[in-house]
């Protein structure tokens, strides 16, 4: 499904279950404590992180997380991660074409009330009012200001907020996203479906 979303040249994988791989000891300390719902999640986007890393001919390595979180991948990839509760994927690319990748997954259905306050601007809740029936446009920013930071972090190393990104969304499966705090990154595109009872939104951010 994630394929849908992403260009040429980025690799991935995908799984709307659980699935089982052979953790590396630096993976294996991170979720060392983990409950088996972490561990699952955890260990099913290593499975496809692999995957991915495999169709670009790299071997398996450790992807544990590193600042804010972010995966830490094999030098001169670049890579997101995305899970929820029935999916997991992997999406990588090789550096310099790509600077930076933000992949995310939601339930197709409404945030949980007094969430779409705290993720969105004004604006985009006045869009969200009159926006076209068919689609819970309130899950759907929210997916994509989550690829937002996911492709933003790696090129900028700092926080940005849900309010330091101003979202608009397009019926035709696009999106684009105003960075409106100082950065390397000014703008954003990118893409988006549903299907299976999820929202996917993904950035190739090509620099």
Known sequence: MIEQLLPPGVAWAESFRDEHCTLFPEEEATIARAVDKRRNEFTTARWCARRALATLG???SPIVPGDRGAPSWPPGVTGAITHCPGYRAAAVAHTPAVASIGIDAEPHAPLPDGVLDLVTLPTEREWIAHAPHGVHWDRLLFSAKESVYKAWFPVARR?????????????????????LIDGPVKHFSGRWTTAEGLI??????TG
């Open 159 to 179: 926080w940005l907020g849900f309010e330091e990104a101003h979202v608009t969304a397009s019926p035709d499966g696009t999106f684009h996203a105003e960075i």
């Open 58 to 60: 790299l071997p398996p």
């Open 200 to 205: 996917l939104t993904a950035i190739i951010n």
